[in-house]
């Protein structure tokens, strides 16, 4: 009884080891297959772009170097490496496979945030910065570059942007720098928060760490620093706006900058 028992337990184990090694063996040709079928080898590469203008149709995907290649061993990372590296207005990229020989490639370009001009001429000191506000002429900018939310400068082409313009005097500028994320959103923070308190800019500078906007309806100057205390110098602004509402003051200038922050307010006419 109990030899009977192992010899039909030693059949199973047989009969499945049978089925494992055949099971094996189909996988390693379904493999070999699929790497040498000509089925699989892409044929059609389509370019589906969204605000990509430094880069054509044709470009993209000539740099994907995808055509020839087989669909289930192509080297999406490469791929994608490839097309971020060589075009600095590409933001992201998605590839898609459809079987059985076709690859879609969606290609996303950054979004402008503001426009960047850096001025030839860098003022004395702070204190002249803030004293002298004038709109700067083509003779006094020396470039005019574009910069999205993260802070990569990725275009030239400014043409119909309806986006803020900031003036710098100390920064380097140039296609492909990526400047301080914080930095860049510190500025596009203030230049929203002021827009919901009711304050049109009508010009806005950077000096290292100063950053000063000037509004026209009312004429006024607000300064702020560039630093991890925006919030603070923000809510600091709306309070003094709210109080200066209340009591009909006409406000000529404010610095944020320090602790107690500093107001002018204008004379009554």
Same mark, same amino acid.
């Given at each position: 009884?109990?030899?009977?028992?192992?010899?039909?337990?030693?059949?199973?184990?047989?009969?499945?080891?049978?089925?494992?090694?055949?099971?094996?063996?189909?996988?390693?040709?379904?493999?070999?297959?699929?790497?040498?079928?000509?089925?699989?080898?892409?044929?059609?590469?389509?370019?589906?772009?969204?605000?990509?203008?430094?880069?054509s149709l044709d470009q993209l995907k000539n740099t994907s170097s995808l055509l020839g290649k087989n669909l289930f061993v192509m080297d999406e990372?490469?791929?994608?490496?490839?097309? !971020?590296?060589?075009?600095?207005?590409?933001?992201?990229?998605?590839?898609?496979?459809?079987?059985?020989?076709?690859? =879609? *490639?969606?290609?996303?370009?950054? $979004?402008?945030? $503001?426009?960047?001009?850096?001025?030839?001429?860098?003022?004395?000191?702070?204190?002249?910065?803030? $004293?002298? *506000?004038?709109?700067?002429?083509?003779?006094?900018?020396?470039?005019? !570059?574009?910069?999205?939310?993260?802070?990569?400068?990725? +275009?030239?082409?400014?043409?119909? *942007?309806?986006?803020?313009?900031?003036?710098?005097?100390? !920064?380097?500028?140039? !296609?492909?720098?990526?400047?301080?994320?914080?930095?860049?959103?510190?500025?596009?923070?203030?230049?929203?928060?002021?827009?919901?308190?009711?304050?049109?800019?009508? =010009?806005?500078?950077?000096?290292?760490?100063?950053?000063?906007?000037?509004?026209?309806?009312?004429?006024?100057?607000?300064?702020?620093?560039?630093?991890?205390?925006?919030?603070?110098?923000? $809510?600091?602004?709306?309070?003094?706006? +709210? =109080?200066?509402?209340?009591?009909?003051?006409?406000?000529?200038?404010?610095?944020?900058?320090f602790d107690k922050p500093v107001v002018k307010i204008a004379p009554k006419k």
């Amino acid at each position: 009884m109990w030899k009977r028992r192992k010899s039909r337990q030693l059949k199973i184990a047989g009969i499945l080891k049978y089925f494992l090694i055949a099971f094996l063996f189909l996988i390693i040709i379904v493999v070999f297959l699929v790497l040498k079928d000509k089925l699989f080898i892409i044929g059609q590469v389509e370019v589906k772009e969204d605000r990509v203008g430094c880069a054509s149709l044709d470009q993209l995907k000539n740099t994907s170097s995808l055509l020839g290649k087989n669909l289930f061993v192509m080297d999406e990372k490469k791929v994608t490496k490839n097309l !971020l590296e060589k075009f600095i207005c590409v933001k992201k990229v998605n590839l898609v496979k459809i079987l059985p020989d076709k690859v =879609e *490639i969606k290609v996303t370009g950054r $979004a402008p945030a $503001a426009i960047l001009s850096s001025l030839k001429t860098k003022p004395a000191s702070t204190s002249s910065l803030i $004293a002298n *506000i004038a709109t700067p002429s083509a003779q006094d900018i020396s470039d005019v !570059l574009i910069v999205d939310s993260e802070g990569v400068i990725f +275009s030239k082409d400014t043409g119909g *942007i309806n986006i803020p313009r900031i003036y710098f005097y100390d !920064l380097s500028l140039s !296609l492909g720098k990526k400047l301080k994320e914080d930095f860049i959103s510190n500025i596009l923070k203030i230049l929203d928060k002021v827009k919901l308190f009711g304050i049109v800019v009508k =010009e806005s500078r950077v000096s290292e760490d100063t950053f000063l906007i000037y509004s026209d309806t009312p004429p006024f100057k607000i300064v702020f620093r560039l630093d991890n205390k925006v919030d603070f110098q923000l $809510a600091s602004l709306q309070l003094i706006l +709210s =109080e200066a509402k209340i009591y009909s003051r006409e406000l000529e200038f404010i610095d944020l900058r320090f602790d107690k922050p500093v107001v002018k307010i204008a004379p009554k006419k």
